[in-house]
């Protein structure tokens, strides 16, 4: 394993992926966190339009970015994220392919 | 930007139909004609030959970009992929201090996604507006906002482009208290459909709110000033009124020139008409001012030309002096223009 892969060692779990996702949501869409549950919709319960996805993904992608190198979402994926818990299991799922 | 310092205005080289060379030398010439400096953001080695060809102010400078995003991409991945594009680069000056305004003539949903990802949104304001000026006829103009930023908004979204866009009018045209129309299929408060019936108590709050207005209400100076709709409306309501005015001006010259006869008694009211139609043209409008963003954004139309240019950073520095953007963002958190806001008043 490439040490410049892994700035810190530490993977992150769905746990803490949904707790950032959950937090940098509510910021951009000055909404309470509480309604960013895994099972909100983006679109329909949280109002969230296309721009705000784009500015949560650029935001996951400096701070994840700097835990795991290479992290990156593909703008062609975002159609198929409707719900927060989509969302969360893909970037799981990115995390762990740009560590591997 | 402090006292007494030149306003240095953005201009993205490569954006709008007639790029690079029609902004470059609209660029020079506002460096030439107004009190401003201009950051021309592109690709050096296509500005640099154009500067060349006339003599290149002091107070112009270029800044490289290296890409180009075309008209026709998508905003959204266009703005994430191409990062050293002009149109980002542009932005980016005004978020770092190198400039105190931006103008495009290039893809607008690029514009406005950079705008909201490099300089950000006021707080309470989801998503910006585009206000669009609509010539009158002997007036200002009317502020069309939004005129096709936001397809679906909800209503107090409405009620923020109003906000905005009264203190923009104050400040472009010198109105004490813009008077402010929600547009609508009816005059009578309750016509409209469920987004114009649930903004119109919202709008009621705000000062200068006249109620609503229908599509003949534009243009005609015994109206109102500001023109509030979503962006599905707005920009066919834009759309419908250049398609309008194109015809009409086709018809009226067409007569003109139909015989010996007609052509003969044009000549005494042809300069006249001609004046009456450049009136009309989108390069003397200076272009639209995206509302609800951290920085001073105009966007002029695709097919600007080098008048277009000027007009448009003479706008933009003008609005950047007097300090619009940070008079927009007092004004919706002064106004707190919500839902909850208007049930809690009963």
Known sequence: MPAETHVEQTPMGPDEVLSLIRERLAEILEIDESRVTRDARFADDLEADSLALIELVEILEAELGERTVGFSVDDEDLAELTTVGEAVDYVVARLGASAA | MTDGQRVVVAVDAMGGDRAPGEIVAGAARAVAELDVGVLLVGRVAEIEPLLLQGDVPEDLEVLDAADVIAMDDE??????KQKDSS??????AVKDGRADAVVSAGN???VTTAAVLRLGRFKGVPSPAIAVPIPVAGQHPQVLVDA????????????????????YAQVRWDLATPRIGLLSNGEEAGKGDELRKAAYPLLER???FVGNVEGRDFMHADTVDVIVTDGFTGNIALKTLEGALRALSGLVFGVLDATDEARQASSVIMPDLLRLAESYDPDVTGGAALLGVKGMT????G?????????????AADCARRGVVDRMRDAVRREAVTREAVTDAG
């Open chain 2, 303 to 315: 097919a600007s030309s080098a008048r277009a240019i000027v007009n448009a950073v003479s706008v």
């Open chain 2, 206 to 208: 705000i000062p200068g």
């Open chain 2, 298 to 301: 105009v966007i002029s139309h």
């Open chain 2, 87 to 92: 149109i980002v680069r542009a932005v980016e």
């Open chain 2, 148 to 167: 096709g930023a936001v397809v679906n908004p909800a209503p107090e979204r409405l009620a923020q482009y109003a906000v905005m866009a009264s203190e």
């Open chain 2, 75 to 80: 905003p959204l991945s266009a703005v994430r």
């Open chain 2, 108 to 110: 607008t949903g690029a």
